[in-house]
């Protein structure tokens, strides 16, 4: 059974930093993309953060340069670094594992910046 479990969020001062964890199970993920979404209240989930199995990464326009995306294969880890928070970073994250015919998602982790 393939399970991811993000960790990590929490609350924290604007300006403060976060680092988020997704940890998969019952699959090796290193073959894979793996995103990192966010979804505010009353808005759509959006792509915040993607890295692909060659550890390139991209970016949503919002986080470039406060974001960090990185996966460490021997821990089947993806993590997202996340300093200069903001309260419009105020979200649920997911993280997202995309295989050819199916994804997976974990159950999100909140992260709450206070102003």
């Known amino acids: 059974q393939v399970q991811l479990v993000e960790s990590g969020g929490g609350l924290v001062q604007a300006g403060g930093s976060l680092r988020l964890s997704c940890s998969a199970s019952?699959?090796?993920?290193?073959?894979?993309?793996v995103g990192w979404y966010r979804q505010a209240p009353g808005k759509q989930r959006d792509l915040v953060a993607r890295?692909?199995?060659?550890?390139?990464?991209d970016y949503a326009d919002s986080v470039k340069g406060r974001f960090t995306v990185s996966r460490d294969n021997g821990k089947n880890t993806v993590y997202l670094l996340m300093n200069s928070l903001k309260s419009e970073d105020t979200a649920v994250y997911y993280c997202n594992l995309k295989m050819p015919s199916t994804d997976y998602w974990g159950q999100g982790t909140q992260v709450t910046v206070s102003s």
């Open positions: 019952g699959i090796i993920a290193s073959p894979y993309p």
């Open positions: 890295i692909t199995s060659g550890f390139v990464a």
